[in-house]
Each structure stands twice: as C-alpha cells, then as structure tokens.
C-alpha cells in the first residue's frame, strides 16, 4: 500500500467517487480535484501532487477511454495500486422536488449508463452529461431548481446539501468501479503476492498480429483478465491495453513480457501493481 502522506490528484469535484478511491488507497492523504483524468496526470507529472487515481473501468458500463488516454499520453508515470469500490448511485434533488416533475438529470455517462433501467422510467426527463457525478449534485444544488436531479453518490448528496430522491438506482447492485493509483516511480512488489500488470501495446496492421502477441499470455499459464483497444491518433490505427494477473517476481511473467515484446510493434509496461481484493 502507498505512503499516505500525499497530496493525490483526482478526476471531478469534493465528493466524487475517485475522491473516495483515493482515500482508500492514501487514508488521510490530502485530495486535490482536478477536471479530468488528463489533469491528474499533469499534476502528477509536474510534481504538484505526488500520486494520482484514475477511474479505468465499471463493471456495467466498460472501460473509461478518458482515462486509458490520459494513461497513454503519459509516459513517465506507473500505475502502482488498484482500487475496487462498490458504488451506489442515488437521485438527488433540493428538498421539495418530485420525481414526477423532473425534466433533468444529470450525471457523469458512465453513471447514467449505469441507471439506465431507473432512468427509463423517468418519461419526462432528459439526460445531460457532466464531468463527473460530484460535479452534477453541486450544478443541481447551486441551481435550486426543483425540476433537475443528478445521480451522485449519498457522500456527495451530504457534501452539497442535497436531498436522497431515491436510493440503490444502479442497474446491478454489484456494481463496482476500478481505479488505478498512478505516481512517477514504480513501486516494489514482495515476491508471491497477487499482482496485476498494466501493459500498453501496438501490432503491426496484418493478419494474426493480435493473436500473435496475446500468445505467449496462454503459453505461460498466465491470465488475461482485460483487454481494451483505443485509436492511437493515427487513421484505422489502434493501441491495446491488457491487464495481466500473476504472482510478483514469477519467471513466467518475465518470459512471458520478452516474448511479448517481440511479437509487438511496441509494448510499455504501465505497472505492476498488488491486486485488489474483490
């Protein structure tokens, strides 16, 4: 587990479900909103903040490209922790306001995506997107506009002064979101324990070239447990990252990332990390 003694950037407003992340992997760090995941790369980069937690994907609505993104973009930084939290989305609204009445809700996608079922039953309400979920309650809040919602956490609904409309409206009530704990160095892992590593990788544009990469993954025993495509920037061209579960310091892993590298065009470890406990 990371020192907490540190300031760590986070994606969104005070109350926000990465606020929350970063807690549990830096209890009594010092949290510093940022907009967007590629501001908290900056920030860890610049060294205005030591670490930084990034939202990579939810269990229900997939992975967050924002995020996948601003990892790329950011070749000086590892991945060093991972989180999993459970998460409960709420309707909130000022005090007073009546489901039947709402023409607006508002949310971060990824949280409405997560709502769809609840939201469909709202006939008259449009969706509006927001940079986050935090960020949505605090819009509502400072409106006072009976006729808005957001769906936020309760944490945020308190934080901003915000009334409870109704409560567990995420599709799934497994519903978990994982973040990454990203810093300038990578961290030390101890030998055995339950790790996953982060890679980011490019093929050559023929036939095969993914499965050819992705081979020596089986071939060693080990598991891939994701694999997500982003467009590099470049027209039809596309950037992989794979998540790969293994013990620390195991041969296999080793053997495996050499011959990885060489059935790819490029391949940069983004980190090894101790996996979090579901």
């Known amino acids: 587990m990371p020192s907490s003694h540190v300031r760590v950037a986070f994606p969104g407003e005070p109350g926000a479900f990465s606020e929350e992340a970063a807690l549990v992997l830096w209890p009594g760090a010092d949290t510093v909103p940022t907009r967007t995941p590629r501001d908290v790369v900056r920030a860890v980069e610049s060294g205005s903040t030591d670490s930084g937690v990034l939202p990579v994907e939810n269990s229900v609505a997939g992975g967050v490209v924002a995020?996948?993104?601003?990892?790329?973009?950011?070749?000086?930084?590892?991945?060093?922790?991972?989180?999993?939290?459970?998460?409960?989305?709420?309707?909130?609204?000022?005090?007073?306001?009546?489901?039947?009445?709402?023409?607006?809700?508002?949310?971060?996608?990824?949280?409405l995506a997560q709502c769809a079922t609840f939201l469909a039953g709202l006939?008259?309400?449009?969706?509006?997107?927001?940079?986050?979920?935090?960020?949505?309650?605090?819009?509502?809040?400072?409106?006072?506009?009976?006729?808005?919602?957001?769906?936020?956490?309760?944490?945020?609904?308190?934080?901003?002064?915000?009334?409870?409309?109704?409560?567990?409206?995420?599709?799934?009530?497994?519903?978990?979101?994982?973040?990454?704990?990203?810093?300038?160095?990578?961290?030390?892992?101890?030998?055995?324990?339950?790790?996953?590593?982060?890679?980011?990788?490019?093929?050559?544009?023929?036939?095969?070239?993914?499965?050819?990469?992705?081979e020596p993954i089986a071939r060693h025993d080990?598991?891939?447990?994701?694999?997500?495509?982003?467009?590099t920037g470049e027209p039809w061209t596309y950037r992989f990252f794979a998540d790969i579960d293994h013990t620390a310091l195991d041969p296999r892993f080793d053997a495996m990332l050499a011959e990885m590298d060489e059935a790819t065009r490029?391949?940069?470890?983004?980190?090894?990390?101790?996996?979090?406990?579901?």
């Open 123 to 214: 006939t008259r309400a449009k969706q509006r997107t927001a940079d986050d979920t935090a960020s949505a309650a605090h819009a509502v809040a400072a409106s006072r506009d009976p006729r808005r919602a957001a769906i936020a956490s309760a944490h945020a609904a308190r934080r901003y002064g915000l009334t409870i409309l109704a409560d567990h409206i995420e599709d799934r009530h497994d519903n978990q979101t994982r973040f990454l704990g990203v810093e300038r160095l990578p961290l030390p892992i101890e030998a055995g324990v339950a790790a996953r590593t982060s890679l980011m990788f490019t093929t050559a544009n023929v036939p095969g070239a993914l499965i050819r990469a992705l």
């Open 67 to 111: 995020a996948y993104d601003a990892l790329a973009e950011a070749p000086s930084l590892f991945a060093v922790a991972e989180a999993i939290l459970a998460i409960r989305q709420c309707l909130v609204g000022i005090a007073g306001t009546v489901l039947d009445d709402i023409e607006i809700v508002e949310s971060h996608p990824v949280a």
């Open 222 to 231: 080990l598991n891939l447990s994701r694999l997500e495509s982003r467009p």
């Open 266 to 278: 490029t391949c940069r470890l983004l980190g090894t990390y101790v996996r979090a406990v579901v």
